[in-house]
């Protein structure tokens, strides 16, 4: 990010969000980062828009990721983008990437950003039953493999829009994709409510078990993710802006920019009966057997309506070498990842209670 001016103008995109939030937070809490970057945010909510400027000094612009023009403009005047609110996103994306062409046709720099997609667009189609577990894991190394990965998968159709524009070389492109992220964050945001404290993936396979009576699961299970704990995320992205700003050299961007979050694995069919366990214990379910999703034909009408119940009929493994030789060292273990299931359970059946 090498621009001689005091402060680096930069566009904050979901900044309210579980991870934007988390994140955002880290950045207004680090003399280093406040020094460095001239932060703006995307704000839907007035009223947080005048929280976030008036307890933390924030600039912010309100709107919501349809204004598309109010993004582009947005996205022109900032050199660095950290795009955490939606990864599938087609129009904000090209959105964001004609204003930083135009940015950089007029000032001929190379802005940088960070965008957020998943582990899920390593989903094998041919496998989401739930009856199989693969062998088959994705390195964040292995560019060619990754440069393989079909354009339908999920979350392909975005970060194509982001790889194409680093090859054509008006933006520097770190792709960053979690697995399943869990945990309450630690940040100031998150905990005053003005960010998400919930995730999507475990608090959405909760809820969706509540309405259901039943923890939802596809075959027996037997598909294989990973876990990465929401402040090891946040300090991923932190040590990859901080790379930029000192060893520029160091990271990798396009296709070399790659960075897979993850800490281990887990099986989805041990997830399912942790959740149920728990959500039984409280009286949210009627029994601690899963509803199972079995034929293809049953996966396709209901399981996949409810996007987190599908990924229990597929595999996403990955390993997070490029991020290690950076010097990341994510500290939450997979048991950390198994004792924070009954804790979630209980925010969330606690929410579901108190919003009626």
Do not use: C
Not at 124 to 148: C, F, H
């Amino acid at each position: 990010m090498s621009i001689p001016t005091a402060k680096i103008p930069a566009l904050f995109l979901g900044g309210t969000g579980y991870l934007g939030g988390a994140l955002l937070s880290h950045f207004l809490t680090s003399d280093f980062f406040v020094q460095k970057f001239d932060i703006t945010v995307l704000v839907r909510s007035p009223e947080k828009a005048r929280r976030l400027e008036s307890e933390y000094n924030v600039k912010v612009s309100i709107g919501s990721l349809d204004d598309t023009d109010q993004v582009e403009q947005l996205s022109e005047e900032a050199h660095a983008v950290w795009s955490l609110a939606n990864s599938d996103d087609v129009n904000v994306s090209r959105a964001i990437l004609r204003g930083l062409e135009k940015r950089h046709k007029k000032l001929q720099d190379r802005p940088v950003v960070m965008h957020t997609s998943g582990t899920g667009v390593l989903i094998d189609p041919r496998y989401i039953l739930g009856n199989q577990i693969t062998e088959d894991v994705y390195s964040d190394l292995d560019v060619n493999k990754l440069a393989a990965i079909p354009p339908q998968a999920m979350h392909r159709p975005v970060d194509l829009l982001y790889l194409n524009a680093d090859q054509e070389g008006y933006i520097r492109l770190v792709l960053v994709l979690p697995s399943t992220v869990y945990g309450t964050p630690s940040g100031v945001l998150n905990r005053s409510g003005i960010a998400n404290k919930h995730s999507f993936q475990i608090p959405g396979l909760i809820r969706a078990a509540v309405e259901r009576k039943r923890v939802g699961l596809i075959g027996e299970g037997q598909a294989i993710w990973n876990h990465v704990h929401i402040d090891d995320l946040v300090y991923l992205y932190a040590l990859i802006t901080t790379k930029f700003l000192t060893e520029p050299e160091k990271v990798g961007h396009g296709r070399e920019g790659h960075y897979f979050a993850e800490n281990g694995e887990y099986l989805h069919y041990d997830l399912a009966m942790a959740i149920s366990k728990a959500l039984y214990k409280l009286g949210a379910v009627e029994s601690e057997e899963p509803a199972r999703f079995v034929t293809e034909e049953e996966v396709q009408a209901g399981a996949l309506k409810e996007r987190f119940v599908g990924a229990s009929g597929t595999k996403a493994r990955a390993r997070a070498e490029r991020a290690r030789l950076l010097g990341w060292m994510p500290k939450k273990t997979t048991e950390d990842f198994w004792a924070n299931v009954e804790p979630e359970v209980e925010s969330v059946v606690q929410e579901l209670h108190a919003s009626g």
